[in-house]
């Protein structure tokens, strides 16, 4: 929808028209630097069919491996049958808890390990839920491994099963490090005046990314290559190296392009554990792919979760108390943690705060990291519930926000870095037309359909952890920017090559970047909205260094024109060192030095960081930094129509306006925003895992059935940009932009349908059935 984000400007004809004449002519190719909005460097090659993804490299002599899955939620096997599938055409292998090839576990990240959980497959007969890896099945061909998967027969001894975490035998369990509170919420909210209470869920959601999980391991010479789509090479090649208790630099993870992850590609799955496992056995490279079904149990998704909420407050609007408990499901033996109380502190000043985070475990592949983890359910509670407070003050919503103002982080008790959120709340609002909103439900119809009008807002912290990079410059006046960090379709390429550009002043079309393998400078977690900010950092500082380099040498070498010359006085530009109206092109400087190349290395690690510091950052999840009283900010403003007769729910319209900081590349950022919204809308009104109440099998584990929001679901969408540059929230002045978008959206639709109907859902998604 790309083409739909700005409403047409109503400018008279002639106005409209601009002759490409009228252009300016310039003498240099622009430089595109950073803040400019230049178009992806890798899209012509993705469009093209050109990138090659993980799973498409071809390795000589290569294998297929196709997983087999448990049928029960919980149970051992007590029997599996593998005989007729090795006889079967082509068959190589078949591997399974039997023939006692060890993995060790992963350390999660939760304990500072890069690893999604520490369960790995195969270890032995206990099943823990429906869907997990029991056999794989190595063949010549992928048919052939196919077809012989399904000539694995097993059998199990069932035990009891916690399928839902609302069953009674699933205990909540605290998790004190969530604990928030200040004050004496629970005596404040029974003296506030006026009162509301939600209790508020959301179901299984799953990342879905449309290239597949799938990797090619290939051990050769004591090297272990895996081509993996990875959110973080570093993080990947440590795990796997903890799986099989190999050195970090006997394993090398590739992953140059990723076609999308969302959280999903934070660290390798159990299937690579298996395609590792075989090729070590083997001796040939082999491939994996999980099957678009496997998606849904091979690695977890977003877990259900259920949210109570109170709202204490003064007759005029002015926010008392707030009581918040909420829970999380996680798996039996692994925790993933979906911080449902992690913005219920941040948004709006109170006096009086509790809230408790609790984890139930239940029988499911461990859930995981998917688009704002934590963020986007506890903005989802929170801002139905000022919606339901505005209700009963019988203040108009966004009035009750700009009431509530907080100045600061009332737990850190930090101010923030900057807080352009009334800004985004008046620009979005004029834009949308938010003053012309009956605050009466059900007052606003066209012809069959109840018109709704509805807002929230959400709020993503600023991560920044350190990070390095290398430049390096060859005799043909090539540059070239490496770094390992991942581009999984947000613009890492771009930015880094605009970064650069910026610094040395060179078209930044004419600037090479290479990411996404270990062999390149360390980088960490494309996860948390971190890594534009700390990469730009990183490749600012290196391209600085590179710069200082290459003006020490023209002003030194005694055949350069501009030998003598003041540095001060020297400017790059056009890819030469310019001053006193002489030039010299890099390329030819680094011919008279008689250099073939120059190599800068930089890093925004402290000054006293050693080595094991930046491996740290390198691997484990715990090195993530983040900068007190920094976050981005949003307003969204939807409007739904409701068909009466139907239930039927269609977004109309969505404006929502974002302070993130200064942006990089206003394209791609307003790309990011408008993909988390789409995203938002799809959570609201369509994504729903519906998971077997009997045996804990995912129905619809398909794209056809697992609905997500395509082109049709989609209206147009204004995205509105009030940051300016916070330099205390990162180097460059840039916030996070990758996960704030789909934050708060789902309230919004929730709030719009509410204000349409007159109903109020609080359990997502909004479907027709909870509507008639
Ligand atoms: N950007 C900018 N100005 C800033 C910050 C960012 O212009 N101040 C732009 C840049 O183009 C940058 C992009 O936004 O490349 C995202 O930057 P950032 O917010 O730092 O996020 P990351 O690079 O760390 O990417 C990860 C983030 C996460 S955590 C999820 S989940 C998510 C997301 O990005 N998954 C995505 N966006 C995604 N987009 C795509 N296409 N696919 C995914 O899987
Ligand atoms: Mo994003 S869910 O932090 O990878």
Not at 591 to 620: C, M, S, Y
Request: charged share 20%; with cysteine.
């Amino acid at each position: 929808p790309t083409d739909q984000t700005q409403r047409p400007p109503q400018r008279a004809a002639s106005e409209t028209l601009t002759p490409p004449f009228a252009t300016p002519l310039t003498t240099e190719p622009p430089l595109q630097a950073l803040g400019e909005g230049r178009e992806r460097l890798e899209g012509r090659l993705k469009v093209q069919g050109q990138a090659r993804y993980a799973a498409e490299f071809k390795p000589d002599d290569m294998l297929f491996g196709v997983v087999v899955n448990a049928t029960v939620p919980h149970g051992r096997i007590t029997a599996i049958q593998t005989d007729e599938a090795k006889q079967s055409p082509g068959v190589v292998a078949v591997y399974t808890h039997l023939d006692g090839l060890k993995i060790n576990p992963g350390t999660p990240f939760s304990s500072g390990g890069s690893a999604a959980a520490t369960y790995v497959p195969l270890q032995s007969d206990v099943v823990r839920w429906n869907g997990q890896h029991i056999a794989l099945v190595v063949a010549e061909t992928l048919e052939q491994a196919t077809e012989a998967a399904t000539q694995v027969k097993v059998e199990y001894a069932p035990e009891p099963a916690l399928i839902n975490p609302q069953d009674p035998q699933a205990r909540p369990e605290p998790v004190e490090a969530l604990d928030v509170e200040w004050g004496d919420a629970h005596r404040a909210m029974a003296d506030a005046p006026v009162r509301v209470h939600g209790v508020y869920s959301t179901p299984r959601e799953y990342n879905s990314p449309i290239e597949l999980h799938g990797c090619i391991a290939q051990w050769q010479d004591d090297l272990l290559t895996v081509w993996e789509p990875s959110q973080w090479v570093g993080g990947a090649r440590h795990n796997i190296a903890e799986w099989f208790g190999l050195g970090i630099d006997q394993v090398r993870v590739i992953s140059p392009y990723v076609g999308g992850g969302f959280g999903s590609k934070g660290a390798p799955h159990g299937h690579v554990a298996l395609a590792c496992l075989a090729t070590r056995a083997l001796g040939r490279p082999v491939k994996v792919v999980l099957t678009r079904p496997q998606t849904f149990t091979g690695y977890g998704g977003r877990p259900r979760t259920r949210q109570a909420i109170s709202l204490g407050a003064t007759p005029e609007g002015r926010l008392l108390s707030i009581v918040h408990d909420s829970w999380n499901e996680t798996s039996i033996e692994d925790t993933h943690q979906e911080p449902c109380n992690s913005v219920t502190p941040l948004m709006y000043g109170t006096e009086h705060f509790f809230s408790r985070h609790r984890l139930v475990r239940v029988h499911t592949v461990n859930p995981g990291w998917m688009r704002a983890p934590g963020e986007n359910p506890s903005t989802y509670a929170l801002e139905i519930a000022m919606d339901e407070l505005a209700e009963a003050l019988e203040l108009d919503p966004l009035e009750l926000r700009r009431r509530n103002w907080t100045e600061q982080d009332q737990a850190e008790k930090v101010p923030w870095t900057s807080r352009r959120l009334r800004e985004a709340y008046t620009a979005a609002a004029e834009a949308f037309g938010w003053a012309q909103r009956n605050p009466e439900p059900r007052s606003m119809r066209h012809g069959r359909e109840l018109i709704g009008w509805g807002m929230a807002s959400g709020t993503y912290p600023v991560h920044t952890t350190p990070g390095e990079a290398r430049i390096i410059i060859d005799r043909q006046g090539q540059i070239e920017v490496q770094s390992s960090g991942a581009d999984i379709g947000t613009g890492t390429y771009t930015i880094l090559a605009q970064t650069a550009a910026e610094v040395l002043g060179v078209p930044s079309s004419d600037i090479r970047v290479s990411l996404g393998d270990t062999a390149l400078p360390r980088a960490p977690v494309a996860g948390g909205s971190q890594l534009a900010n700390l990469l730009t950092a990183a490749v600012h500082k290196t391209a600085g260094a590179a710069r200082e380099m290459l003006l020490g040498l023209a002003v030194t070498e005694p055949d350069s024109p501009l030998f003598g010359a003041s540095r001060d006085t020297a400017i790059l530009a056009g890819g030469e060192v310019r001053a006193n109206g002489q030039s010299i092109a890099f390329a030819d400087l680094l011919k008279l030095a008689d250099r073939d190349q120059l190599v800068v290395h930089q890093d925004t690690f402290k000054p006293d960081a050693n080595e094991k510091d930046r491996d740290t950052a390198d691997q484990t999840a715990s090195m993530m930094e983040s900068t007190k009283g920094a976050h981005s900010w949003c307003a969204h403003f939807v409007e739904v129509a409701v068909d009466e007769d139907f239930g039927t729910v269609r977004v109309k319209r969505v404006v929502s306006a974002f302070d993130c900081g200064r942006l990089y590349n206003p394209t791609l950022a307003k790309s990011q925003w408008l993909g988390g919204i789409v995203m938002g809308i799809g959570q609201a009104l369509l994504e729903e895992g519906m998971i077997d109440a009997r045996d804990g099998r995912i129905l619809n584990a398909n794209l056809a059935d697992y609905l997500m929001a395509v082109n049709a679901d989609i209206p147009e969408i204004q995205v509105i940009n009030v940051g300016e540059p916070d330099y205390q929230a990162s180097t460059l002045g840039g916030k996070t932009v990758g996960e704030v978008g789909i934050v708060g959206v789902a309230a919004a639709v929730s709030n719009a349908v509410y204000h349409a109907t007159g109903k109020r859902i609080r359990e997502l998604p909004i479907t027709l059935d909870k509507l008639i």
